[in-house]
T-cell receptor, first 108, second 118 residues
Framework: QSALTQPASVSGSPGQSITISCTGSSDDDYKYVSWYQQHPGKAPKLVLYDVGKRPSGVSNRFSGSKSGNTASLSISGLQAEDEADYYC??????????FGGGTKLTVL | QVQLVQSGAEVKKPGASVKVSCKASGYTFTSFFVYWVRQAPGQGLEWMGIINPGDGTTTYAQKFQGRVTMTSDTSTTTVYMQLSSLTSEDTAVYYCARDLGRVHFDCWGQGTLITVSS
């Protein structure tokens, strides 16, 4: 059981927008959240850090937010290449890093 | 450019040990912590531990305490992860990742598949 809870799967059609949630316990504030995209057989790739900041080279279609102990990753203008697994990450008072269980994004 | 290059896939028998290397280039090796993360087939990411290449200090996830050893070699800018007493449940892809701080892993190794099978 992961310390951060994500939906197992989400889907959307090309051009649509989707949101993936990431919920932690109420015991920690999850001040810093990162999101990673992983295509099959590939290493994870950072797409957001510090909740909503994008690394250089990541499309501005990716955005992030946080409310309370729930962070969210949103992708607008869905494209076929966005189909991948997405993982949220943060740290807690008990662990320097915790991962969400991952969400499989399917582009219909 | 910043790069982490890992050693190749290995097959090990139950009870054996494995040592995976992660060679860093393109940045000051001693300035950034390196994390080790593994991913079992069809499963999510699992944190194993952290090493500070500058002074070799480590923090291990409780699950792996006593079975994992992480080391660094500043002369070759390489970090190592050794896992002992392997079982089939250790079959996974093992990744190293550079941490810029605040769970900000900006660069990952390509992954090393470790298969444990008799």
């Amino acid at each position: 059981q992961s310390a951060l809870t994500q939906p197992a799967s989400v889907s959307g059609s090309p051009g649509q927008s989707i949101t993936i949630s990431c919920t932690g316990s109420s015991d920690d504030d999850y001040k810093y959240v990162s999101w990673y995209q992983q295509h099959p057989g590939k290493a994870p790739k950072l797409v957001l850090y510090d909740v909503g900041k994008r690394p250089s080279g990541v499309s501005n279609r990716f955005s992030g937010s946080k409310s309370g102990n729930t962070a969210s990753l949103s992708i607008s203008g869905l494209q076929a290449e966005d189909e991948a697994d997405y993982y949220c990450t943060s740290y807690t008072s008990n662990s320097p890093v915790v991962f969400g269980g991952g969400t499989k994004l399917t582009v219909l | 450019q910043v790069q982490l290059v890992q050693s190749g896939a290995e097959v090990k028998k139950p009870g054996a040990s494995v040592k995976v290397s992660c060679k860093a280039s393109g940045y000051t090796f001693t300035s950034f912590f390196v994390y080790w993360v593994r991913q079992a087939p069809g499963q999510g990411l699992e944190w194993m531990g952290i090493i500070n290449p500058g002074d070799g200090t480590t923090t291990y996830a409780q699950k792996f305490q006593g079975r994992v050893t992480m080391t660094s070699d500043t002369s070759t800018t390489t970090v190592y992860m050794q896992l002992s007493s392997l079982t089939s449940e250790d079959t996974a892809v093992y990744y190293c990742a550079r941490d810029l701080g605040r769970v900000h892993f900006d660069c990952w190794g390509q992954g090393t598949l470790i298969t444990v099978s008799s």
